[in-house]
């Protein structure tokens, strides 16, 4: 009479918490029913009181298959095992497979680092195991075959520097799709240094002037990406054409550069700016500052015209101060 | 049947409900009552480390400090209080300014005073520390008790009522920013706060007036105080 | 549950941050009583390396003198009124320009020295330390607070009849000339200094030659009109004396890289930008700075408060000066001050102590830490405690 649908829905629902309510009122439910069943079949009997429900089978928790969890592979590898086969390429970090002792992670309060299991900062960062030193002497071994000797007289970067300055470089690209071309195929770059070409001094600034952001200070080579026609030969033949131009036109002497002020001076220049004319007047004084009667080859004057340079060529900073302060201190006559 | 079977799972999935009402903690907290505050003081640290009572502290659950609450030796619980209650537009940074110089001016008003002060008894009746003062303030303008209006007969009658010790603390510090801000203009919010609140330490000014008032006007209205259960 | 017991002791702890809270115990402040350390002597040109760290006091007749006019930064101007005394801190960068003031050779030209550092970390006041010392010594002061004022908040501005294209600003010109009067008016008395040439300002005034000079400052005073060329002729005199030996001038001024702004908030009456080397008394100002004289000192302080807002990144002089302040000045000697050393926190928290303004004496630590040692933050931070 109590058995019924709605109740075992109900325990499929509510399982985790009202199981325990239900499943009693299901086992006692159960129970009237064996009740029932045996007061009509066997009247001879004395039915013995089942309290503690011996008779009863349990059910039997539905027990899911726990599959057995091997070590972890590292402990099974051999030391002198191919690591190229356990790792052929580039892949993220596997801890399993790694057979290192590995930590990653910044700790603090004396707390120890990391280990290698489910970091993600090892996952995260890239790894090279791909490329052990056996790995690429086996691929550079299979590639053998497909290489000819390094040309003598190519040994050093100064020596390849000197015979092929110049450096172009361009991109291949396939697509296995309904069209196999790419556009950013016709760019072109070129790359060299500047002291490669015969330059002289006028015709250095200017050339570094006329290159302007192609042309990098700190590694002293111009740069020139060519991408403005549809082909790379034209694009090729465009910074040709740019390079020789501008080599060309570095050479010229306009005569509106004859009009180059002391503004415009890329360098700071001592002999030329006011610094050198308030040395005069110092050593001059109280008489009028004359040039010609002050010796700038003293040590206190070369080391006071050196200090003023650095400060404005190599920027000011606590050293160049320092020096600079000594400087003064020393042709001032300062201890 | 089935609705009291629902009662049931209800009260089964939400088993500290009732534990929590009954602990007085606040009912929308998502700490149930087994959840200790936190110790910020270092001092007060060392002093459960010592007397040992740091077995109550071990294996019990610890709230999270609140965002604003440091171990640093500017901060005090009630001036963070201070602080958020006077605090707008969510500007706290601006507030906390505002408090530093207001202490800053107590100290300089406290000072001048005792520059000018003529006997030794003058002199040693003032107190430089800002904190004090402005503890000592919140405690003189703290009211005992409110009043409630309760409307009995179509008639409104004013009754007092009991406080509990946080309302008492934010009536007290509201009437003492109130006091403060009804200043002139021309004087900055920390003078016109540091006058409130070495007054206040003093029992004078506007602030422990509104409170002596209020105690006046409970005193004036206790024969309605029955009406609380009328 | 058993991740957050091991967390509940870790909760504690992380209470206690780092080393300054420390616990230590609660000081009783009746019995605790610190007294900073102090110079022998409050005459600066007696001080020495042992008194560096040291405070000494300005007496307060020099305090009327010298600052009373242009006063000294706010904060240090608050403290004087709450303390009772004007108490300087004897440092290092001071010592030395102090030391190279009191061997200066008359015979050559104008030291110059430019003061450079970070803010708060004591630029203005060793300035105004190495002016007391001047003043004390018998120097001439020619002190000039900051010039951004003038440039910024200028009430009158016209145009200079003496020298074309330039701006007068009047009103300020006259106040210099009174703060000027305030400083050297016994000095420049007891040196009997007349005025070399005869000036006619009109047809009914003139300055005859060889009048006092003061006379020439009072008319400059008076006569607002012309205040901006008195203050030329003023320091041409000036430099002239120097020179001579008759007297010795120190040159102090304070933000020395504002006069090389491309822009001020100044409008000339036709409505056209000034930049700070069109007004008059910022080009007098220059002569000074100038090493066509001997007999004197300038010391200048380079400050970010006192460029265009966008040449603040720095605080070194080259950067602040421009070339064209920096060529003006060659060569000078760049003096850096630095943030206080601990002993100098501990002396200055002392201090404070001392004077019943840092009332709790255990957050000395937390103090030093979260000013970095920059003496403003560290007043300041001392404030609400």
Redesign the interface.
């Known amino acids: 009479m109590i058995v019924s649908k709605p109740w075992n829905e109900l325990f499929v629902t509510c399982r985790s918490v009202a199981s325990i309510h239900v499943r009693s009122l299901f086992q006692t439910s159960a129970l009237l029913q064996t009740e029932t069943e045996g007061l009509l079949d066997d009247d001879e009997e004395f039915r013995v009181i089942d309290l503690k429900k011996t008779s009863q089978k349990s059910v039997k928790k539905f027990q899911r298959e726990e599959k057995p969890v091997l070590p972890p592979r590292y402990t099974r590898m051999p030391v002198d095992q191919d690591w190229a086969s356990v790792w052929p390429g580039p892949r993220s970090f596997h801890p399993a497979t790694v057979p290192l002792p590995m930590f990653q992670g910044n700790m603090s309060d004396g707390l120890p680092p990391v280990g290698k299991f489910a970091n993600a900062e090892l996952m995260k960062i890239p790894n090279f195991l791909h490329l052990t030193p056996p790995a690429v002497k086996k691929q550079t071994e299979a590639l053998r075959k497909f290489c000819t000797a390094w040309p003598e007289g190519l040994e050093t970067d100064e020596k390849i520097e000197q015979h092929f300055p110049l450096e172009v470089i361009t991109s291949d690209y396939c697509h296995s799709a309904p069209k196999i071309r790419d556009p950013k195929a016709r760019i072109v770059t070129v790359k060299f240094k500047v002291k490669a070409l015969k330059l002289g001094k006028h015709s250095k600034d200017k050339f570094k002037r006329l290159c302007k952001d192609n042309y990098s200070e700190e590694r002293d080579d111009v740069c020139i990406v060519a991408d403005r026609c549809p082909v790379r030969k034209q694009n090729y033949e465009y910074a040709m054409y740019l390079i020789t131009a501008l080599y060309h036109e570095a050479w010229n002497f306009a005569e509106w550069e004859k009009e180059k002020s002391e503004v415009d001076m890329e360098y700071y220049d001592w002999d030329l700016n006011k610094s050198k004319q308030s040395y005069v007047q110092l050593k001059c004084w109280p008489g009028k500052p004359n040039p010609e009667t002050v010796d700038f080859n003293t040590p206190e004057a070369i080391k006071y015209r050196n200090a003023v340079t650095d400060l404005f060529n190599k920027g000011e900073d606590v050293d160049t101060l320092a020096k600079y302060k000594e400087a003064v201190k020393d042709i001032l006559g300062l201890s | 049947m089935l609705n009291s079977f629902s009662n049931l799972i209800f009260k089964t999935l939400n088993p500290l409900s009732s534990a929590a009402r009954s602990a007085n903690v606040r009912c929308m907290s998502r700490y149930g009552p087994q959840f200790i505050d936190p110790v910020v003081d270092p001092q007060e640290q060392k002093k459960i480390r010592e007397t040992g009572d740091l077995q109550t502290y071990l294996f019990r659950p610890i709230k999270s400090a609140p965002g604003n609450y440091t171990c640093s030796h500017y901060f005090d619980p009630e001036v963070a209080k201070f602080t958020n209650i006077l605090m707008s537009g969510g500007r706290k940074a601006l507030c906390r300014e505002l408090m530093d110089k207001t202490f800053e001016q107590i100290k300089r008003n406290q000072i001048e005073r005792f520059n000018k002060a003529e006997t030794d008894e003058e002199r040693n009746a003032i107190i430089f520390d800002p904190l004090i003062i402005f503890h000592k303030a919140i405690e003189n303008t703290k009211p005992i008790m409110k009043l409630l209006k309760i409307k009995r007969g179509g008639q409104t009658y004013q009754v007092p009522y009991p406080i509990t010790e946080n309302e008492k603390r934010f009536r007290a510090i509201k009437w003492l920013i109130e006091a403060g801000n009804d200043k002139p203009n021309p004087i900055h919010f920390p003078q016109r706060m540091a006058i409130e609140f070495i007054d206040a330490a003093n029992n004078k000014g506007s602030a422990v007036k509104r409170k002596t008032e209020l105690h006046r006007q409970c005193e004036a209205n206790r024969a309605y105080a029955h009406y609380r259960w009328a | 549950m058993i991740v957050?017991?091991l967390r509940?002791?870790r909760?504690?702890s992380k209470?206690?941050?780092r080393n300054f809270?420390?616990?230590e115990p609660?000081v009783n402040?009746n019995e605790r009583k610190v007294f900073a350390k102090r110079a022998e002597t409050n005459d600066p040109a007696t001080h020495s390396e042992n008194d560096i760290g040291k405070f000494y006091t300005v007496s307060i007749e020099d305090n009327k003198k010298l600052f009373s006019f242009y006063e000294f930064p706010a904060q240090f101007e608050?403290n004087i009124?709450?303390?009772?005394e004007s108490a300087f801190m004897i440092r290092e960068p001071a010592l030395e320009i102090i030391n190279?003031l009191k061997?200066l050779?008359p015979?050559?030209?104008i030291?110059k020295f430019v003061i450079y550092g970070r803010f708060g970390e004591g630029k203005t006041m060793t300035f105004c330390h190495i002016c007391h010392f001047a003043h004390r010594a018998g120097w001439i002061l020619c002190y000039v607070p900051t010039s951004t004022i003038w440039m910024r908040w200028s009430k009158e501005v016209t145009f200079s009849e003496t020298k074309p294209e330039s701006i007068n600003i009047p009103l300020e010109s006259a106040q210099w000339l009174r703060n000027f009067k305030i400083q050297n008016a016994d000095l420049i008395s007891k040196l009997d200094l007349r005025v070399r040439d005869k000036i006619v300002w009109s047809a009914r005034e003139i300055t005859e030659k060889d009048a006092p000079l003061m006379e020439l400052v009072d008319h400059g005073i008076n006569r607002v009109k012309y205040a901006a060329d008195v203050v030329d002729v003023l320091i041409e005199n000036i430099k002239l004396y120097s020179?001579e030996q008759r007297c010795r001038t120190l040159v102090a001024i304070d933000g020395f890289n504002g006069f090389f702004n491309p822009k001020s908030n100044l409008k000339a009456p036709d409505k056209t930008p000034v930049p700070p080397l069109r007004v008059t008394i910022m080009q007098s100002l220059m002569k000074l700075t100038q090493?066509?004289w001997?007999n004197g000192a300038a010391v200048l302080t380079v400050d970010t408060k006192n460029s265009y807002p966008d040449n603040r990144e720095?605080v070194?002089?080259?950067?602040l000066l421009h070339?064209e302040g920096f060529?003006h000045l060659?060569?000078?000697?760049?003096v850096?001050v630095p943030a206080l050393n601990p002993k100098e926190v501990n002396n200055l928290l002392d201090y404070y102590e001392e004077?019943?303004?840092l009332?709790?004496p255990?957050?000395r630590e937390?103090i030093e830490f979260l000013s970095t040692r920059n003496p403003y933050h560290l007043t300041e931070l001392c404030?609400?405690?």
């Open positions: 957050k017991l509940a002791p909760l504690l209470c206690v941050v809270s420390a616990v609660v402040l608050r009124k709450t303390f009772n190279s061997t050779d015979t050559k030209p030291l020179t090493a066509d001997s720095f070194f002089p080259l950067y070339k060529e060659d060569p000078f000697i760049p850096y004077k019943k303004w009332l709790k255990q957050a937390e404030g609400p405690l």
